[in-house]
């Protein structure tokens, strides 16, 4: 079965600080990676995602994330978070090609302070 | 477009009592999925579908159903409700070769 590890349950910057967010992830084969965010009393959206080709992904509101299969990661990176970005970040995977839905990482819950 | 669509948003039961969770999408996608959102543990798969007339368990499916008689709506049953169901389900649906899901706004639901 896969599974996904973030490094962080809860990270705490200040405005303008540099974000990574650690991912792992266990399956051994063609693997999709996403991102998603959930503000408070939201649903979540989909940051970014990773299917083949480009390492380094691009998101939105100046996101980023780099696939290193030697190293089963897919961190999330921001250069300069702002107050806005203060939500809950959830990493996941899913078998190349499989039906059978996403598996989560149990989410980083960020707080960016003013 | 709408999107995905649950109702209702919020809702208390009490122990033994049954409910649906509806949930809709109006993407045509072939995928849906039922997830269950705890606190610190992220989300677990209930159930998913790959298509009309086709359900499947997911890693934490006991104590619901499911059924999938159109592609637009997969509903989630719970018979007897327990405390444990206490949580936030959010239903989502992807397309047959994509695999990005979206997801809708959440049940809050308590079981008292």
């Known amino acids: 079965a896969q599974s996904v590890s973030q490094h962080n349950h809860h990270v705490i910057l200040s405005e303008a600080a540099s974000l990574e967010l650690g991912c792992n992830y266990s399956?051994?084969?063609?693997?999709?990676l996403f991102w998603y965010v959930q503000y408070p009393g939201q649903h979540l959206q989909l940051l970014l995602k990773?299917?083949?080709?480009?390492?380094l992904v691009k998101g939105i509101k100046g996101f980023e994330a780099e696939f290193i299969k030697s190293k089963f990661s897919f961190n999330l990176r921001k250069p300069s978070v702002q107050w806005s970005d203060t939500a809950e970040y959830f990493c996941?995977?899913?078998?190349?090609?499989?039906?059978?839905?996403?598996?989560f990482g149990k989410g980083t819950h960020l707080i960016i302070q003013p | 477009n709408a999107g995905v669509t649950q109702t209702p948003k919020f809702r208390i039961l009490k122990i033994g009592q049954s409910m649906t969770l509806q949930c809709t999408q109006d993407m045509n996608h072939n995928y849906m999925y039922w997830y269950r959102q705890d606190p610190g543990m992220g989300l677990k798969l209930i159930y998913y579908?790959?298509?009309?007339?086709?359900?499947d368990k997911g890693e934490v499916p006991n104590g619901y159903n499911v059924s999938r008689s159109t592609t637009e709506d997969f509903p989630l049953r719970l018979e007897l409700a327990a405390p444990s169901q206490t949580s936030v389900y959010f239903c989502?649906?992807?397309?047959?070769?994509?695999?990005?899901?979206?997801f809708g706004q959440g049940t809050r639901l308590t079981v008292v």
């Open positions: 990773y299917f083949s080709g480009d390492p």
């Open positions: 996941a995977s899913r078998s190349g090609g499989g039906a059978d839905g996403l598996t």
């Open positions: 579908s790959v298509g009309a007339g086709i359900t």
């Open positions: 399956y051994g084969g063609t693997v999709n």
């Open positions: 989502a649906s992807s397309s047959l070769w994509g695999a990005e899901a979206f």
